[in-house]
């Protein structure tokens, strides 16, 4: 997760200040990300207190307090700043690891669970690591769970802003629905999806999937 080019994530220039806590999360305020992840809890991830929910890249942790009181959340960022900021904010709601999701240890995680969130981060990882990790993921599910992802989307016909803006995410893998849904669909039978350009203050487009019945492999 370097800022070099041709890398799936850049934190070049100006992005550079995204990695602290504060910043990261109030620009997200800005923009209306609060609405969005209220949004996104309610209609997609659907969990019910006593779920236990795994947030991969979890960044500070900002989906928790949209997540039903008595919910089981676990985090993990490859961001120390941001696991301390949500650790700090969310004491005891929640249980916090600074760790690389491409080496998800699942004792050290636990497990397993009913959501295995991946919010803003399938975007940040090329077509290897992505299938890599949904493999994992799969394999943390308990029967009848579901990972659900968020990230923002290329699109045909897509406000000139909503383009402009994601182009330039941190985030360098940016795909289109058919391209995020190849993805997900060599680790899982049943995908729902969903394209929404209505979730942000300002104009932008994005893809939510809900990803169930994982495809069963050999040692798997
Ligand atoms: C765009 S941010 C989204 C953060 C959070 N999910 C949210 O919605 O606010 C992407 C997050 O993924 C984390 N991340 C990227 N690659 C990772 C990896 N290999 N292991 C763990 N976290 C990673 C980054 O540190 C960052 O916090």
Redesign the pocket.
Known sequence: ?SGDAGRA?SDAGLKRLLLLPAIYSGL?RLLGAERSRAVFSRDYIAAQPGDSVL??????G??LPHLPEGVRYTG????PS?IESAAARFGARGHFLV????ELDPVSVGGPFDRVLM???LH?LDGAEAESLLASAARLLSPGGSVVTFDCVLVERQPRMARFLIERD??RRVRTPEGYRAVLGREFEKVEDEVRHDLLRVPYTHYIARASRPRLRRGS
Do not use: E, K, P
């Open positions: 997760m994530h997200q947030d991969l890249g979890c960044g500070a900002d989906i993990i960022d490859i961001n941001y760790g690389d999701v491409a919010v803003a981060l940040h941190r985030g």
